[in-house]
Each structure stands twice: as structure tokens, then as C-alpha cells.
Antibody, heavy 120, light 107 residues
Framework: EVQLVESGGGLVQPGRSLKLSCAAS????????MAWVRQAPKKGLEWVAT????????YYPDSVKGRFTISRDNAKSSLYLQMNSLKSEDTATYYC?????????????WGQGVMVTVSS | DIQMTQSPASLSASLGETVSIECLAS??????LAWYQQKSGKSPQLLIY???RLQDGVPSRFSGSGSGTRYSLKISGMQPEDEADYFC?????????FGAGTKLELK
């Protein structure tokens, strides 16, 4: 059974940093691109980052580019999101998500999500 | 960025009623369109991908259609467990973008 379990969320002050982790199991992690998607309270979904299987390629929307870094450790089947210079608008539930391996990026497995609150 | 305009924002349906939700992309997305269901307090679940392909395990009352810039999700026979938020997502090009969502309630 595919499982994605996020951790590392919490309350952080604006301008500070936080690192999220996602532990994957039930599939060959190193064979899949992986991604983070977030959802602000009572709002819609926003794609945050994608990483290739080896970690050599990463992709971000402009809203987080230069502040967030996605990475992975295939030996540990783990995905990470380093978030720097956090802003109040980064307050959201962050989901680790696995793209369906069909050549286009749709997400067939999601973690339970971890809450990040950016506030002074 | 490709904008995804989803409508309606909310709707209420009776048991057994057929429901339709639409997504309009700001440019052609070549059927790279997915639909997700999110129940209250839960993670999103993939329903439809490639505009019309049903994800494994999803009831056949869910169907997707469309082409170019216009896509729709149809629920043929509303069930109590279908009460949820629904989102579309384009995967045609970066940055991947989602519609704002449709809140579906049982009347």
C-alpha cells in the first residue's frame, strides 16, 4: 500500500525557515518524480514544487522560486521541502504527492498533509 | 500561467440527480486535465485524468469530457458520499494550476 507521511510543520515567524519531510513507502520511491502541493485555509490547491527521480531537475512556480527548495533522499525514500524567508501567504496545509506515471503530472497519491502557519 | 476558471463555485443536488461541473482553461491544454475530489478534512483524491480516463477504483457514475479549453466533470446520480469539493488541474505545462473549486452539497 502506498503511503506518504508528512512531518515538520508548525508555527513559524515571518522571515524564518522551516523544513518539511515526507516519508514514502509501498512503492519504489526512486522510480517516481515527486511533488509538494499546498492549500491555504478554506482555499484552493496550489502546486509548489516537483523533483525528478534523481533530484537533478526541480521545478517551482514563481510564488516560491528562490525561497523554497525541494530535495530527496532515495536511499531513505524521503522527500523534503526547505522553506526560507517565509511569508504569511505561505500559511497552508502542505501535501506530499506522487504523480501518476503516465507522462503527464497528475497526482494519484497524497499524504495526509502538514500544517504550516506563518505568523508573528 | 494558464488560468483555470471553474464553475459553479457551489451547487446543491438531490439524491440521484445528475451534476455537471465545468473548467475553462485560458489556453488550449490538449486534454491534460484532471479532476480531484476532496472531502472535508481529507486529502484530495484523483477521479479523472487525461480529461476522460477514470482512475482505478472510482465509481463509474463519475465521467469527464471536453477538449481544447473546455472540460467538464459529470456525476450521474448524486450519492451522499459525493458531497465534497471538486477541483480541476491542468498538467499541460508548468506551472501546473488548479481551478478554484466547486463545493457540492446534497440537497
Amino acid at each position: 500500500e502506498v503511503q506518504l507521511v508528512e512531518s515538520g510543520g508548525g508555527l513559524v515567524q515571518p522571515g524564518r525557515s522551516l523544513k518539511l519531510s515526507c516519508a514514502a513507502s509501498g512503492f519504489t520511491f526512486s522510480n517516481y518524480y515527486m511533488a509538494w502541493v499546498r492549500q491555504a485555509p478554506k482555499k484552493g490547491l496550489e502546486w509548489v514544487a516537483t523533483i525528478s527521480t534523481s533530484g537533478s531537475r526541480t521545478y517551482y512556480p514563481d510564488s516560491v522560486k528562490g525561497r523554497f527548495t525541494i530535495s530527496r533522499d532515495n536511499a531513505k525514500s524521503s522527500l523534503y521541502l526547505q522553506m526560507n524567508s517565509l511569508k504569511s501567504e505561505d500559511t497552508a496545509t502542505y501535501y506530499c504527492a506522487r504523480p501518476k506515471p503516465i507522462g503527464t503530472t497528475v497526482f494519484d497519491y497524497w499524504g495526509q498533509g502538514v500544517m504550516v502557519t506563518v505568523s508573528s | 500561467d494558464i488560468q483555470m476558471t471553474q464553475s459553479p463555485a457551489s451547487l446543491s443536488a438531490s439524491l440521484g440527480e445528475t451534476v455537471s461541473i465545468e473548467c475553462l482553461a485560458s489556453e488550449g491544454i490538449s486534454n491534460d486535465l484532471a479532476w480531484y475530489q476532496q472531502k472535508s478534512g481529507k486529502s484530495p483524491q484523483l477521479l479523472i485524468y487525461a480529461a476522460s480516463r477514470l482512475q482505478d477504483g472510482v465509481p463509474s457514475r463519475f465521467s469527464g469530457s471536453g477538449s481544447g479549453t473546455r472540460y467538464s466533470l459529470k456525476i450521474s446520480g448524486m450519492q451522499p458520499e459525493d458531497e465534497a469539493d471538486y477541483f480541476c488541474q491542468q498538467s499541460y505545462k508548468y506551472p501546473y494550476t488548479f481551478g478554484a473549486g466547486t463545493k457540492l452539497e446534497l440537497k
